[in-house]
């Protein structure tokens, strides 16, 4: 059934093209600036893109991890988990996820791998324990080092979700005692694509599988394996207690006035100066404000390799200018491939165009409604 493009397979689920127009509007709304099909001022051109490609095969290993990753995706509602992974995804092995258990969930490994061997997108969730020859982490006999190599062999794609698999996480943080480190210190021989954070936004992940669908690309990369379409630019840019940071506005403790009036989190220990990441615009969950800063925690700085779990949550950071952005680079790239300085802007111009897209949404709906009653 791989061989049926998501189009082809929408409509065998009995789908209807304004549920689907609908789902892509959606989808335009929370993808990424700077994806190729996600041009948001094409949404025809964006549906005939993810229409006719081919549903990847998507395996999904669990390493040392606290199932965060996957959870932030379960929770994920426009689009929902069903659309997400029934119609835009094969998502053929997921331990938490599927039906079958024991041999039965392993048989579905072996089968996805061998059906779709060289095509399959592997994605990791966890840190890989190499202490002692990898014994922290057995999953069917088998440990988490042997497993990884194996089902990498044959992946089109590796990504590593979470900030665990991108580069040791939580486990790997001071003594490291499993010796914890990310998928790409064992998987050497290939591009590994680093979607950090915890839990990682999953629209990057479902924007980066996307992409690889729909133009047998991968989104180009920063020097630390990050999508640059998700992680060019500080998340201080475009926070909304900016305007506090510049007026030298600051909350000095938890509960007092200035963290009452929703003042700057710098001096708690905001490491948003210094994190690269698009939680200041693109939320988790499709709700306004759920993210640390939006609920008047300090960012931790859990995209940052050498900020998350490694420095103290509460020391404070130099950050990397004070000054505002001075100005905003074009959205889209001329070739349509990812623009480093892509996202910047976007916030605003996103922002419109996201309006007219729930809008346009919205109305989808209520026609659907009336036509239904
Ligand atoms: Fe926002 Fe933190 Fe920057 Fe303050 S220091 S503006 S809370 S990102």
């Not at 939680?279 to 925690?297: L, Y």
């Amino acid at each position: 059934m791989h061989n049926e493009t998501i189009g082809e397979h929408l409509v065998r689920c009995g789908v209807s093209r304004r549920r689907f127009l609908r789902f892509c509007l959606e989808l335009a709304v929370v993808a990424p600036a700077g994806v190729a099909w996600a041009d948001k001022t094409r949404g025809a051109e964006m549906a005939r893109q993810i229409a006719g490609a081919r549903r990847p095969s998507v395996i999904w290993l669990h390493m040392q991890d606290c199932t965060g990753c996957s959870e932030t995706l379960l929770r994920t509602s426009a689009p929902d988990l069903a659309e997400l992974i029934l119609h835009l995804i094969s998502l053929d092995y997921h331990e938490t996820l599927m039906v079958g258990s024991g041999h039965q969930a392993e048989a579905s490994l072996h089968q996805a791998m061998s059906e779709n061997a060289g095509e399959y997108v592997l994605v990791v969730e966890g840190s890989i324990p190499r202490k002692d020859g990898g014994v922290y982490l057995k999953i069917a006999g088998e440990n988490g080092i042997d497993l990884l190599e194996r089902v990498a062999a044959n992946a089109a794609a590796v990504i590593s979700i979470g900030s665990c698999a991108s580069w040791g996480g939580i486990p790997s943080a001071a003594h490291n005692p499993t010796d914890a480190v990310g998928v790409s210190s064992v998987v050497r021989d290939k591009a590994v694509v680093n979607i950090p954070g915890c839990p990682a936004n999953p629209y990057i992940l479902l924007a980066t599988v996307l992409q690889y669908a729909t133009a047998g690309t991968l989104p180009l990369l920063d020097d630390l394996g990050r999508p640059l379409f998700a992680y060019d630019r500080v998340l201080h840019d475009h926070c909304p207690r900016r305007a506090h940071f510049d007026k030298g506005e600051f909350a000095g403790a938890f509960g007092d006035e200035g963290h009452r009036k929703g003042w700057c989190l710098y001096h708690l220990g905001c490491k948003g100066p210094v994190t690269h990441a698009p939680c200041s615009t693109r939320h988790f969950n499709e709700v306004v404000d759920c993210w640390p800063i939006g609920i008047g925690a300090p960012c931790y700085g859990c995209t940052e390799k050498e900020i998350a779990f490694r420095v103290p949550m509460f020391d404070t950071v130099k950050p990397e200018s004070f000054a505002p952005a001075a100005s905003f680079a074009p959205i889209y790239h001329e070739t349509k491939t990812v623009s480093p300085v892509a996202a910047g802007v976007a916030g605003a111009v996103i922002g419109g165009l996201a309006g007219a897209g729930l809008a346009t949404a919205r109305s989808l709906d209520k026609k659907d409604e009336e036509e239904e009653s």
